[in-house]
């Protein structure tokens, strides 16, 4: 179960397309945010309008996941947007695991 303090949020049909896509819906996604060895970086690959970042930790079921996401603030209460998720690469397991 994903603390409390955290506040999500998503576009319902960005989740569906993702979940179709990816096989990974957002609610399944946030579990990663528990996950007290999630690795976050600023995803600097493209010039985004806003801030965008790159999660990678596992899920309840300790599924290696990908989260692309925002962080921002909404009446002083921190909320995470997520926009996408996939299960990581071999290449990104490798990395987390080097970590």
């Known amino acids: 179960m994903v603390k409390s303090i955290m506040k999500f949020e998503w576009d319902a049909k ?3 397309i993702n979940k179709a896509k990816h096989g990974i819906c ?3 996604a946030k579990e990663i945010f528990n996950d007290p060895l999630t690795l976050s970086f600023l995803d600097e690959r493209f ?3 806003e801030e965008r970042w790159i ?3 596992r899920c ?3 599924v290696l996941i990908v989260v692309a996401h925002l962080y921002y ?3 002083g209460k921190e909320i995470i947007r ?3 998720a996939r299960k990581a690469s071999p290449k990104e397991r490798k990395f987390y695991e080097k970590v």
């Open 14 to 16: 960005k989740n569906e």
């Open 26 to 28: 957002f609610e399944k």
């Open 47 to 49: 010039h985004y309008l």
């Open 55 to 57: 999660s990678m930790g």
């Open 60 to 62: 309840a079921d300790e």
């Open 73 to 75: 603030n909404a009446n």
């Open 82 to 84: 997520i926009i996408s």
